[in-house]
């Protein structure tokens, strides 16, 4: 009877012991991400942001007395990789929500995905219109943008652009993707509206070697400026051959000038560059100020675009979480509808019918060999 009783209880203490761990599980949140690819490079800091907002709120107590884990699937900046990540954060890893996936055409892959689901999908970077319109009120409700869509953008690079007077013409060169052909048509519009014309309009393949004709068709055409729409490794080559080829024709659209362009910059290569982004390190606010010294320590250098907005959306979805009062996927969803965070930008997020939200579009020009930040406006 006794040996009876010692198994009895050694059986209850380890109940309790699984118990007590199930009651703190972590709450696994997933990243849609390239982490490999032309993009693989944005995909890091997009990671390496939701890792830093992770880690705070964990140190902090978790959310709901519980710790948050991320799950990473790395979508390549490709379709069908992207549906397979998706794929995989929710029959493998049981996420209750998921931020990604950078790029549009992916995004736009994975949001029947999780309106399957019925998960949560955080959109973070992604750009293209085609995703807040398919998003909300008729559509899916289960997709939520924290970032500006590139027609909230294109408007206010086009205002900024016809303020200054000097553009009639404008040459557009994209990517042949969602983002690319979608910043075109969101600029396009803009700029009509603002008395600008959009001149020639070249979209190459991702992954794209050289840029000769193009450029030798820009050099004939004389546009007032080139808006270039791509990213990562993409932009950067283009860059490179546009200086090597001497053009003096100004760039603007939608230029990454972050590090990633940090030896075209110093060069001056760039110089008289302009470019509307989301978001920009040296944004003057007190709450930014903060994030990029955490940032800059942990990681060793500035955050971007991409690494600011993963940080976001971690946070957004913590505080849904936390206002949910439970890790529910409907629940998380309902409270996301309701949002009301304050974003680092002096910005409230908040969302519209569409599930889209407004942040600041941030104004950038390259004045010589540094960036600074010329205006910003709502979107």
């Not at 709901?64 to 990540?85: H, I, M, Y």
Request: proline share 4%; charged share 20%; net charge negative.
């Amino acid at each position: 009877m006794k040996a009876l009783r010692v198994i009895y209880s050694a059986a209850m203490i380890a109940l309790l012991g699984i118990s007590g761990t199930f009651a703190q599980d972590a709450i696994p949140i997933g990243l849609s991400s390239p982490q490999t690819g032309g993009a693989a490079y944005l995909g890091q800091h997009q990671r390496q942001g939701a890792e830093l907002a992770v880690a705070e709120l964990n140190e902090a107590g978790g959310v709901l007395g519980r710790q948050l884990e991320l799950k990473v699937q790395d979508n390549q900046c490709n379709p069908t990789q992207g549906v397979a990540s998706a794929d995989q954060l929710i029959d493998v890893g049981k996420v209750v929500a998921i931020i990604g996936g950078l790029c549009s055409s992916v995004t736009l892959a994975i949001m029947p995905v999780i309106e399957r689901a019925k998960i949560p999908l955080i959109v973070d970077v992604s750009t293209n219109p085609k995703i807040s319109e398919a998003a909300g009120a008729g559509g899916n409700i289960w997709t939520f943008q924290i970032n500006p869509s590139d027609a909230g953008l294109a408007a206010a690079l086009g205002d900024y652009l016809a303020s200054k007077g000097t553009y009639k013409s404008i040459a557009f060169i994209g990517e042949d993707s969602d983002y690319g052909r979608g910043g075109h048509d969101a600029l396009k519009a803009a700029l009509v509206k603002s008395g600008i014309e959009i001149g020639s309009a070249d979209f190459f393949i991702q992954g794209t070697a050289d840029f000769a004709s193009v450029i030798a068709r820009l050099r004939s055409e004389k546009p007032d400026a080139i808006a270039l729409y791509a990213v990562g490794a993409d932009e950067l080559n283009f860059l490179r051959q546009y200086r090597a080829a001497g053009l003096k024709i100004p760039i603007t659209g939608r230029i990454e000038l972050s590090d990633l362009q940090a030896s075209l910059i110093d060069a001056g290569a760039l110089d008289g560059a302009t470019s509307v982004f989301p978001y920009a390190p040296s944004v003057d606010t007190e709450g930014n100020k903060a994030f990029v010294a955490k940032f800059t320590g942990k990681f060793g250098e500035a955050p971007n675009y991409q690494s600011f907005e993963g940080y976001e959306a971690v946070k957004v979805l913590a505080d849904a979480i936390t206002r949910a009062g439970n890790a529910e996927p409907a629940a998380i969803r309902d409270a996301l509808v309701t949002t009301s965070y304050p974003s680092l930008l002096d910005e409230t997020i908040s969302f519209d019918e569409h599930n889209q939200a407004h942040n600041k579009a941030v104004i950038l020009r390259v004045d010589g060999t540094k960036v600074v930040v010329d205006s910003t406006s709502g979107t």
